[in-house]
């Protein structure tokens, strides 16, 4: 007979965020948000010409602030995605 699994973690086992593992799954989500949140930008500035030409008034810097407000926006809602699924892939095993 097989002894039931206690439903503690194991000790091998590391647990979720709190991990080597888990900051790099974390960081590769910021990642993934900063090049959907450029991308997305790119595409907002070449689709609509209002703002476009609200960047080109601006100049280079408002063109930076723009761009950066946008890609870190994207970068850190999945992050947070991200603590979501990490946290419910730990609970479901």
């Known amino acids: 007979m097989r002894a039931k699994k206690s439903p503690n973690r194991s000790p091998e086992r590391s647990s979720g ?4 593992a888990g900051v790099i799954k974390l960081m590769t989500h910021a990642m993934m948000g900063a090049a959907l949140g450029l991308a997305f930008t790119l595409a ?12 080109n008034h601006g100049g280079r810097a408002a063109a930076y602030v723009f761009v950066a407000t946008m890609v870190t926006t994207f970068a850190i809602g999945a992050v947070l995605t991200g603590v979501v699924f990490i946290l419910n892939e730990d609970k479901d095993s």
């Not at 907002?44 to 960047?55: F, G």
């Open 17 to 20: 965020l709190i991990s080597p």
């Open 44 to 55: 907002l500035i070449l689709a609509n010409p209002a703002v476009a030409e609200l960047l």
